[in-house]
């Protein structure tokens, strides 16, 4: 069932997924460590980034300060350092 999930995640990361298509009920079924990144200026609104993060039952959250939806490009000093120590946690 793992590589079921982990393929529809893929399928779904892919193709902009909409809220329909990524439930708190499939997202419950994530073992895997996960870390969510937004930017708190992002285009995505944070009740919908904490509530994918709740749902979430192995996840950590990051909120990048004064970063929109590009926090990868805008921040990535700050970006890589979270992520690599996450990766060296997990």
């Known amino acids: 069932e793992a590589r079921t999930i982990a393929a529809k995640l893929r399928e779904l990361w892919?193709?902009?997924p909409g809220p329909?298509?990524?439930s708190p009920a499939m997202l419950a079924?994530?073992?895997q460590p996960v870390l969510v990144?937004?930017?708190d200026r992002d285009?995505?609104?944070l009740d919908h980034v904490l509530d994918v993060?709740?749902?979430l039952p192995n996840a950590q959250l990051f909120i990048l300060?004064?970063?929109g939806h590009g926090t990868f490009q805008s921040r990535p000093e700050l970006v890589n350092r979270v992520?690599?120590?996450f990766l060296r946690a997990s």
Request: hydrophobic fraction near 45%.
């Open 37 to 39: 990144i937004a930017g």
């Open 14 to 16: 892919l193709s902009a």
């Open 20 to 22: 329909d298509e990524l």
């Open 65 to 67: 300060p004064d970063t």
């Open 43 to 45: 285009m995505i609104r």
């Open 29 to 31: 079924k994530v073992g």
């Open 53 to 55: 993060y709740r749902a």
């Open 83 to 85: 992520l690599l120590e």
